[in-house]
C-alpha cells in the first residue's frame, strides 16, 4: 500500500530515546491505531502492551523477539509480530522506515 485514506495524524511526535527513533500516530475510521516512523541506527529496547506488526519499509536491523535468544536480520520489504505485554530488542545497521500497526488481542 502506497498511502492510508482517511486517517487523523496526531501532530505531536513520538520520540524516544534521545530522538534516534520518531514517529507519528495515525488513528482510523475503524478505530485502529498505527504509528509510522524512522530509527537510526542504535541498539532499542521495546516494550508492547497490545500485540504488534511491525513491517520495515526500507533499512535494516536486526530483531530479537520475545523468548529467543536468536537475532533476526530484517531488511526493507519483510515485516515481523510481537507478542502484547512482552519486549523485543533491536539492532538498527541502517536509517529504517517503518509502520507499526497494533494489533487486537
Known sequence: MEK????NVKKTVNSYFDGKVTSRTLEFADG???TL???LPGEYEFGTAAPELMEIYSGE???KLPGSSVWK????G???NVAG???FQLKV???SDYCCSFLEE
Not at 492510508?4 to 486517517?7: A, T
Not at 536480520?73 to 526493507?76: D, E, F, L, N, Q
Open 4 to 7: 492510508f485514506n482517511g486517517v
Open 32 to 34: 485502529s491505531i498505527k
Open 37 to 39: 516512523g524512522v530509527m
Open 61 to 63: 536491523m536486526q530483531v
Open 73 to 76: 536480520t530484517i531488511k526493507g
Open 78 to 80: 519483510e515485516s515481523f
Open 85 to 87: 505485554n512482552s519486549k
Open 93 to 95: 545497521t541502517e536509517l
